[in-house]
């Protein structure tokens, strides 16, 4: 069984490095030396969690609790871990000073028993046990132990890596071979438990990862859609029919249904149910089947009209919901069905899936199929394109009905495209880019950000490349906001898969994890930015952005991509 230390003293390394090339092979050779059983746990833990990422994984522990612990553990005042904390500003450094244990024998599995444990503690009591159980296993570790079990505990482990890495050390681990990191990531957009997926190929191999399908709770990724910079440029797309669908700007929904047991992810494969219970209601009397899983696009929604995407933000909360319920009423659109009655319809084509939905779903008016036309004729299609824009919506997705029009999770291909309202107008595009950096604000800003260094995704390289610096377009609740945010996601040093010229160094580096949607006019090539640079090339930068909105729906993998940027020039 792998002792903690092993893991403590992958974490040192992996800290101590910004290779990529080299973090990768210190994973590789953690997971090779790990038995199948260990290998679930050991991936969860290098990413600084405790379960797949569609699960709630907050084990409930802010920094109150864990200056509690820290005190019970070491048996000092809560005033000197208060006072270390604000020193050094790390609880992980708090937790290192005062253990004195040298003599640990921890298992990864202890720590991950006892995180779930914590995590699983609820009701009456629980903050009290919570702090016990944290104490009990901080005082059980050596010094290093103990910092490190304080950071996964507060969700502070921030490596600066993220799940590629893992699905990369996989490939070599277990397959041998590099090259095969794309069956993982393929894999990995049907099974989203990394954990499993980590078992699955360390016990079995690439054979049996292959073969993962659709499971109720266990949320697929979305299927996306491309773009074209013309409307003449879907002809090549779609040579004979095709289906075009209304497209809702509001937040895409997957739902997942057993019986009276309903599920709701998002996007980003958080769980949402709680969110939506008229949806839940709606789901229960108005789709027939026992089991299924649905994608679609909830949308705010009064008296017939569409609201904005802004307020059904506001559907996004923990408390008041029924009051919100009301507030902002919001209707179901759904698209696609993806499971129904133990058979998975990812290998169905479209036009039977559609059928299916159809047939399982009993329209109202909170739960709608979405309207589409199916033609050969562009003329149509642009039509409809028409009314859409004259009913409020964003625009169309265009949809293949070929025989190989299957669901594909997680894979922006040419099987849907998109349409949208400001590329028929030809205004400028927006894009969504993650945050990276930041930039200290002066004058009126002063204790805020001035600006954001913005990277898109190289996805070939697997890394992500500095395009842009953002620095108005902010509301005072947005720079509130995302300073807040900034200030937790703070790393020391670049993130290994970030590449940025030095000119564009900021002042603080930020986990890569934030997306933002940004306006720009113009892209140009730059000697300072590095989105699509190749040796002595120039880079590609956007030029006057203009921050448009937060986008917590999207994940660091769902940001706009080098390939999207070169479509555009
Ligand atoms: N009929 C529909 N079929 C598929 N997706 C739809 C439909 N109506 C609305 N959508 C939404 O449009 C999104 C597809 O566009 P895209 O793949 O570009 O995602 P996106 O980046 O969020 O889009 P954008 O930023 O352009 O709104 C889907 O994720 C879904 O949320």
Redesign the pocket.
């Known amino acids: 069984m792998a002792s903690l230390k092993e893991l403590v003293e992958l974490y040192v390394e992996m800290e101590n490095t910004s290779s990529h090339k080299k973090i990768v092979g210190l994973l590789t050779s953690f997971f090779r030396s790990l038995d199948p059983d260990d290998v679930r746990t050991a991936a969860y833990l290098v990413l600084g969690t405790v379960g797949p990422e569609y699960e709630d994984t907050e084990l409930g522990i802010r920094e109150k609790l864990a200056i509690r612990s820290i005190a019970d553990a070491f048996g000092i005042s809560r005033q000197k871990v208060e006072k270390t904390y604000s020193d050094t500003g790390d609880l992980g450094d708090a937790a290192f000073e005062f253990s004195s244990n040298k003599n640990s024998d921890l298992t990864i599995r202890d720590v991950m028993d006892c995180l779930t444990q914590i995590k699983n503690t609820s009701g009456e009591g629980s903050q009290q046990k919570k702090i016990e159980l944290l104490a009990e296993i901080l005082a059980r570790a050596s010094a290093m132990e103990a910092k490190y079990i304080m950071r996964i505990t507060l969700g502070e482990l921030r490596l600066g890596f993220g799940e590629q890495f893992v699905l990369s050390a996989l490939a070599m681990a277990f397959t041998g071979d590099d090259k095969n990191t794309v069956y993982l990531e393929e894999a990995y957009n049907v099974c989203t438990d990394i954990g499993q997926l980590a078992e699955s190929v360390s016990e079995y191999g690439l054979a049996s990862i292959k073969r993962f399908s659709v499971k109720i709770g266990r949320p697929v990724r979305?299927m996306?859609?491309k773009r074209v910079d013309k409307f003449e440029n879907l002809n090549d797309k779609f040579p004979e029919q095709m289906a075009a669908?209304?497209?809702?700007?509001g937040e895409?929904i997957q739902v997942h249904i057993i019986n009276e047991n309903i599920q709701i992810f998002s996007?980003r494969l958080d769980n949402i149910t709680d969110q939506f219970p008229d949806v839940v209601d709606a789901v229960k009397k108005h789709i027939k089947a026992e089991k299924a899983v649905l994608d679609g696009?909830v949308i705010a929604f009064r008296n017939e009209n569409i609201n904005s995407f802004q307020e059904l933000m506001q559907r996004r909360r923990k408390y008041d919901v029924e009051e919100y319920v009301d507030k902002v009423p919001v209707v179901a659109y759904m698209?696609d069905i993806i499971y129904l009655n133990g058979k998975s319809y990812l290998k169905v084509p479209y036009p039977h899936r559609r059928t299916a939905l159809e047939e399982h779903l009993e329209e109202n008016e909170k739960i709608r199929l979405?309207e589409r036309t199916v033609s050969a004729d562009f003329n149509e299609i642009r039509s409809f394109f028409d009314r859409c824009i004259d009913k409020g919506l964003e625009g169309i997705?265009i949809k293949s009905v070929a025989d190989n029009s299957f669901y594909q999770p997680g894979k922006?291909g040419w099987l849907?495209v998109?349409w949208?309202k400001e590329y028929a107008e030809d205004v400028r595009d927006t894009f969504?880019l993650i945050i990276v950096g930041f930039y200290s604000g002066k004058g009126k800003r002063q204790g805020l950000f001035g600006s954001l260094l913005c990277a898109v995704l190289n996805k070939e390289k697997n890394q992500y490349e500095t395009f842009t610096r953002v620095g108005t377009g902010f509301t005072d609740q947005d720079l509130e906001e995302i300073s807040e945010l900034l200030n937790k996601k703070k790393i020391k040093k670049k993130p290994p898969n970030l590449v940025v010229e030095k000119e564009m160094v900021p002042d603080s580096y930020i986990d890569p994890s934030v997306v933002i949607e940004v306006l720009g006019s113009q892209v140009t090539e730059s000697p300072h930015h590095t989105a699509g640079k190749n040796k002595s090339d120039k880079g590609y930068a956007l030029r006057f952005p203009r921050f448009l909105r937060m986008r917590y729906d999207k994940g660091p993998l769902d940001v706009t991509t080098i390939e999207e940027v070169r479509n555009l020039l």
């Open positions: 979305s996306l859609a669908e209304e497209k809702y700007d895409r996007r696009e698209f979405v997705i922006r849907w998109k949208k969504d």
